[in-house]
């Protein structure tokens, strides 16, 4: 056996941290890589040594494999661990680091292989005797092949890259017309996040749950699953929300589901922590998606009901130890919950927000309770990675008593400086057909009105708590006060604010209500009905002249690039037409018309990088 001794992390945020946190457990040296923009991460500034790879593109940086081989040699790390993302299941990697004479914290390459392909993995799995959703994952790529598939399948179907996860790539096909259009963009979205543009075209299965089973395997040859976790809450094909172990599961549906997992893993000579993933329909009967293979996002989830380290495991079997559990020996206890947090909009379609993050407190720790983050307050949110921040995860005894327990945490949470899915997690968590486990992959949209209620004005108790935050006396520390601050002040003092784009002249009350607030610089930032709002005070003469943005203009949401230009200009245009494709954070995002007119002037051309505010195209009413 190897006796490991210096680890390097082939990654960042959030997971960098949480791989690191056990290496020092371990007693490892941790070793970080970081691009250019990442020098003052978090991850940076809690491993032990950092390598600069440069850059700012994850290809750069990240994806690069010869820098990072480099890196572990100049730093005298032993292994990598590839995190998830970016080259956690790419083979050549694995190789490279083979190659190199050092360890990978995955499994053989052969096995990514086998598993890298979706098509490739599915006709490998149908051999193996695991259930297939009908579909077509073969070579020819032509839209017409595509026609024929999904016309003998049934729409509506889904498109998915072969190379691809995470939802990238990955498009619902609900008519033939549509067809077209939508391969080529997932064709797009796949050869810019995984390099391949190859897709496949399955069934897309109505109301299943989306139930994934984590494996283990050792070099001797032996395999077990560490339960199942229920993931089915989802957006754009994303998980928002993981729990363990999944509702209602009956335990020989568990345990054919788990057999099936070990099955696929074997079937391929699987090595580490890995994850089979299944529809589960409302009859009981469960299908082969794809496999993970890698630590999940979600991996917190299964610790916390089996009490084991999964990263621990990784670091053991890498230096050849066996399994320490048998499959009878797995435990089992309690319930646990996890929420993604993002930095997203909620209100704009949920596109990715960027900036710094001016205020950012974490729920207060305590038992059943954990948060796997990677950034801190005065960090960046760059337009160049995942927006995810962390994590949050809650245990309990019972699944409702981890539900309660998360949503404490959720209203303890803070961040200000850019918009987050916070308020959108906290609706998902205590919704009633939540609490009561009515699950499954259509969750989000059957309940959009109640889970994305349409932007209201903010009442006149908010306006309240508000202005008496900001007239408090100076050299009060009750800024961070989690219970807000009552005071008795002068009926007649008046405040200008401002909270996004609405304002208010506030003629403070005696005895205004009370809520947390936290002033970072001129901002003061109110948590208000699970969200935390922005508030400033305004001069109200300056404001009087103020104007903001072209007359006609459409701008960027976000920093991103331009993929396509749809029109020309002089061109008339309906109501929600395409007029731009911009991609940001390996995503496409369609900048349309808000009304019928005509293009006046276009000032961005395919290819070009553009800032958020930028104006991509005039527009003219007619």
């Not at 083979?91 to 490279?96: K, V």
């Not at 009901?305 to 999964?310: E, P």
């Not at 646990?336 to 947090?341: N, Q």
């Not at 921040?389 to 200000?416: S, Y």
Request: with cysteine; aromatic share 6%; hydrophobic share 45%.
């Amino acid at each position: 056996m190897t006796t490991l001794t210096s680890l390097l992390v082939a990654n960042r945020g959030e997971i960098a941290c949480r791989v690191m946190r056990t290496a020092k457990a371990m007693g490892l040296t941790t070793v970080a890589v970081h691009s250019a923009i990442d020098r003052d991460a978090r991850h940076s500034r809690e491993a032990d040594v950092c390598v600069d790879l440069g850059g700012s593109k994850a290809s750069d940086s990240y994806l690069d494999i010869d820098k990072i081989i480099a890196a572990a040699r100049s730093s005298g790390a032993q292994a990598i661990h590839p995190g998830y993302g970016f080259l956690s299941e790419n083979a050549a990697f694995a190789r490279a680091i083979e190659q190199a004479g050092l360890i990978f914290l995955g499994p053989p390459a052969a096995a990514i292989d086998a598993m890298g392909s979706k098509s490739a993995a599915k006709a490998l799995m149908e051999t193996a005797g695991v259930p297939l959703v009908p579909g077509y994952h073969g070579q020819a790529q032509d839209l017409e092949t595509f026609r024929a598939a999904a016309q003998r399948i049934g729409y509506p179907v889904l498109l998915k890259a072969t190379a691809g996860g995470g939802g990238k790539g990955m498009k619902v096909v609900e008519r033939e017309s549509e067809l077209a259009d939508a391969l080529a963009s997932a064709q797009r979205e796949a050869q810019s996040s995984f390099g391949d543009a190859r897709m496949l075209v399955e069934k897309y299965v109505l109301q299943p749950r989306h139930v994934e089973i984590q494996v283990f395997a050792d070099q001797h040859g032996h395999c077990l699953y560490l339960n199942e976790r229920d993931c089915s809450i989802q957006r754009r094909h994303q998980k928002v929300v993981e729990e363990a172990p999944a509702p209602g599961l009956s335990p020989p549906l568990r345990q054919a589901m788990g057999e099936a997992a070990v099955k696929a893993a074997q079937a391929i000579g699987y090595v580490g922590a890995g994850t089979v993933e299944f529809l589960l329909d409302a009859r009981g009967e469960f299908f082969f998606m794809e496999m993970n293979t890698r630590l999940q996002v979600e991996h917190p989830v299964t610790e916390a009901i089996t009490g084991l380290d999964l990263v621990a495991w990784q670091i053991r079997v890498a230096q050849g130890e066996p399994l320490p559990l048998t499959q009878a020996q797995v435990p089992l206890h309690g319930h646990a919950m996890e929420v993604r947090l993002y930095a997203e909009d909620p209100d704009n379609e949920f596109l990715p927000a960027t900036g710094t993050l001016a205020l950012y407190q974490e729920s207060a720790p305590g038992p059943g309770r954990r948060v796997d983050s990677g950034v801190s307050e005065g960090n960046s949110v760059s337009p160049f990675y995942d927006p995810m921040l962390g994590k949050l995860i809650a245990w309990g005894e019972t699944r409702e008593q981890a539900r309660l327990r998360l949503l404490a945490m959720l209203d303890e949470f803070a961040v200000g400086g850019v918009r987050t899915n916070l308020a959108f997690l906290r609706r998902i968590i205590g919704h009633p057909a939540f609490a009561a486990a009515e699950l499954d992959t259509g969750f989000i949209p059957r309940h959009q009105a109640e889970l994305l209620p349409a932007s209201a004005e903010l009442p006149e108790a908010f306006w309240q708590a508000a202005a008496a935050a900001f007239v408090r006396p100076t050299g009060s520390d009750a800024w961070a006060a989690a219970n807000g601050l009552r005071l008795g002040l002068p009926a007649q003092t008046v405040v200008h604010l401002r909270c996004r784009d609405q304002r208010q002249v506030v003629h403070l009350q005696p005895s205004p209500p009370a809520a947390p607030a936290f002033l970072r610089g001129d901002t003061l930032y109110l948590r208000w009905n699970g969200e935390v709002h922005p508030v400033t005070r305004v001069d109200a003469i300056a404001e009087a002249d103020a104007s903001h943005g072209q007359q006609g203009g459409l701008n960027a949401p976000m920093n991103g690039s331009i993929v396509r230009v749809l029109v020309g200009v002089g061109e008339q245009v309906e109501a929600g037409t395409p007029l731009v494709v911009l991609e940001a954070m390996k995503m496409e995002h369609s900048i349309r018309a808000p009304e019928a007119g005509v293009v006046k002037a276009l000032h961005c051309q395919e290819g070009e990088m553009v800032a958020e505010g930028d104006v991509l195209v005039e527009m003219q009413s007619g």
